[in-house]
């Protein structure tokens, strides 16, 4: 596995991309504004937050128009972070 995290932008401000994988998530402060994956395409968040979340959503670069309303964004990053049933075990044979 693994993980790992980069600062997005060269201004100083707090824009992180999270690692895991083949799974890169996006975040402005502490919250998560984008997603990404082999096989998914960056999927980001319409700007519910100010300015400058604004401005670290244009830097991923998707138009404003392509954005998604927070709820539908919600969904879509839960799906793609709960693994398939298949994959998962009980707590009991975690370790």
């Known amino acids: 596995m693994e993980v790992r995290l980069h600062r997005v932008s060269q201004r100083k ?3 992180y991309e999270v ?3 083949d799974l890169f998530l996006y975040f402005s402060y502490g ?3 984008a997603f990404s994956a082999l096989s998914v395409p960056i999927t980001v968040c319409e700007n519910v937050w ?3 979340t604004g401005r670290h959503l244009n830097e991923l670069g998707p138009r404003k128009e392509s954005r998604l309303p927070h709820a539908e ?3 879509r990053l839960a799906a ?3 693994p398939p049933k298949s994959e998962m075990r009980p707590a009991a ?3």
């Open 13 to 15: 401000t707090e824009f």
């Open 19 to 21: 690692q895991i994988n």
């Open 31 to 33: 919250e998560c504004v």
């Open 50 to 52: 100010g300015p400058t």
């Open 73 to 75: 964004f919600q969904r």
């Open 80 to 82: 793609v972070l709960s």
């Open 93 to 95: 044979m975690m370790g």
